[in-house]
């Protein structure tokens, strides 16, 4: 049996990650031990629709789970989340956005490598079968040359949990699963409820629009035969997300390198520089 605990309980992931183990009973062999919210509104809600423990600190199943899952609605806490965890060596599940500093990633990162620690996370729109497709077509070259991509998702700029890193991560999440983790360079500007973003890798440009309060998502690559546009549908996404951390909590290896899991968060501040500066801003690799 493998004993798991939820830090961060404000949003949906972490109902949905519960209704998969204790109401659809998909992982008999998990015991979830309790959960914790900095928001004790939401966690006496967890409590009284799934009767878990609730903890007086996130700290508190140090040396008591085989593994645990970051669901908090605010980035900046995953890694303070996170850390006395981190000498246990135990899987983890962060999510998105990962953190929102670049300083608290590479902490986060080395953190991680120096203790062995596997984990899984980030967006869930890495998972959609659309986005399966397109990164097949592109890396197969099933339409001949790519030439570039378009690709759409919601923003929401102004709230209480970062702001622009509080969602930008999905669609970015979309964007490096398709063409890859590791852009050159990111302009963005502003246009009243949209973000317009170019990311630049070595042999291709790829387009972002950020939609405030439009809940779609598309992907689009531009080739030599045409372009293949696909919606992007979020169904079986959740459980396709904890099937992975499922997969390093009993042994399995990770699907991402480090550098890879902790790359959207520097494409995110280069695109928040970009908004400030009015420049193309230069991405690092951490």
């Known amino acids: 049996m493998y004993k798991i605990a939820i830090l961060g309980c404000e ?31 939401a966690a006496k809600k967890i409590n009284e629709e799934y009767g878990v423990y609730v903890a007086k600190s996130y700290d508190e199943f140090v040396g008591k789970v085989d593994g645990i899952v970051i669901t908090a ?3 900046d806490n ?24 670049i300083e608290n990633a590479e902490n986060f990162k080395k953190d991680l490598i120096e203790n062995n620690v ?25 339409y001949g040359k790519t030439y570039g991509g378009h690709f759409r998702a919601p923003i929401n ?18 964007v490096c699963e398709v063409f890859g983790y590791f852009p050159c360079s990111a302009i963005a ?29 598309m ?3 531009s080739c030599e035969k045409g372009a293949v546009l696909k919606d992007v549908s979020l169904d079986g996404c959740s459980e396709k997300e904890f099937a992975e951390f499922y997969n390093i909590l009993s042994g399995g290896s990770m699907t991402q390198t480090y550098d890879e899991f902790f790359a959207p968060v520097y494409i995110m501040n280069a695109i928040d520089a970009s ?12």
């Open 11 to 41: 949003n949906s992931h972490a109902n949905s990650f519960l209704n998969i183990i204790l109401k659809d009973n998909l992982y008999t062999d998990i015991e979830v031990v309790g959960v914790y919210s900095c928001d004790e509104e």
């Open 73 to 75: 609605r605010h980035g």
């Open 78 to 101: 995953h890694y303070k989340y996170a850390k006395p965890y981190l000498k246990s060596g135990i899987p983890m599940f962060v999510d998105k956005p990962i953190t929102v500093s």
């Open 118 to 142: 596997r984990v899984s996370g980030g967006s869930t729109l890495k998972h959609p079968l659309a986005i399966k497709e397109l990164k097949y077509a592109v890396e197969n070259s099933t």
């Open 157 to 174: 700029m102004e709230n209480e949990y970062g702001n622009f890193y509080f969602y930008s991560q999905h669609l970015i999440q979309m």
């Open 189 to 217: 500007f502003k246009n009243n409820e949209k973000i317009n973003c170019t990311l630049r890798y070595e042999n291709c440009d790829v387009n972002l629009l950020y939609v405030d309060g439009n809940f779609k998502y």
């Open 219 to 221: 992907g689009q690559i």
């Open 275 to 286: 908004l400030q500066s009015g420049k193309e801003e230069k991405i690092e690799r951490g």
